[in-house]
Antibody, heavy 130, light 107 residues
């Protein structure tokens, strides 16, 4: 079964750090990009960032709201993606989801690809409060 | 950043109804548009990718259309398990952005 399981959430004080893990199973982890999203209580979905697969250099991109504070990394040998969160703020309080980034080809143009988040973890809650 | 605007924000419908949700992008995103369904306390689920392609395992009552800036998600013959919140998302450029969501409630 294809599965993602997040861990590492919890209560943390503002300014402190936390590292989330996303453990994958049921698929070849290294073949996929991975992305993190979050959802504040009662709010919509927000993209946090992603990491490309090693074949594409493992490059990362981040939302402006977390750039410079959050870092995404991956360990393909362990099938784990990480989200290192530093200098946490109260507004970082949310459920954090990791997702698999699926690349879909275009039926009409072989040079065009589409991306969808086809596998989601169950989410882990991060609460930033003093 | 590309802004995604969904309408309506919520709607009430009955089992068996046809429901349509619209999503507008602030600039052209070609067909780089996905639709997700989220139920309370659960992770989102991919329904539609590339604006109109049905994700494997998703019932055929769901369909998507549109390109450029205007997109539609339709649900034919609404089922009890379809009552949820639906989000559109663009992956044309980063930051990937979502609409604010449309909550489909039971009338």
């Amino acid at each position: 079964e294809v599965q993602l399981v997040e861990s590492g959430g919890g209560l943390v004080q503002p300014g402190r750090s936390l590292r989330l893990s996303c453990t994958a199973s049921g698929f070849t982890f290294g073949d996929y990009g991975m992305s993190w999203f979050r959802q504040a209580p009662g709010k919509g979905l927000e993209w946090v960032g992603f990491i490309r697969r090693k074949a594409y250099g493992g490059a990362t991109e981040y939302a402006a709201s977390v750039k410079g504070r959050f870092t995404i990394s991956r360990d393909d040998s362990k099938s784990i993606a990480y989200l290192q969160m530093n200098s946490l703020k109260t507004e970082d309080t949310a459920v954090y989801y990791c997702t698999r980034v699926r690349r879909f080809g275009s039926s009409s143009n072989p040079d065009v690809y589409y991306y969808g988040l086809d596998v989601w973890g169950q989410g882990t809650t991060v609460t930033v409060s003093s | 950043d590309i802004q995604m605007t969904q309408s309506p924000s919520s709607l009430s419908a009955s089992v068996g109804d046809r429901v349509t949700i619209t999503c507008r992008a602030s600039q052209s995103i070609s067909s780089h548009l996905n639709w997700y369904q989220q139920k309370p306390g659960k992770a989102p689920k991919l329904l539609i990718y590339a604006a109109s392609s049905l994700q494997t395992g998703v019932p055929s009552g769901f369909s998507g259309s549109g390109s450029g800036t205007d997109f539609t998600l339709s649900i034919n013959f609404l089922q009890p398990e379809d009552f949820a919140t639906y989000y559109c998302q663009q992956t044309y450029s980063t930051p990937w952005t979502f609409g604010q969501g449309t909550k489909v409630e039971i009338k």
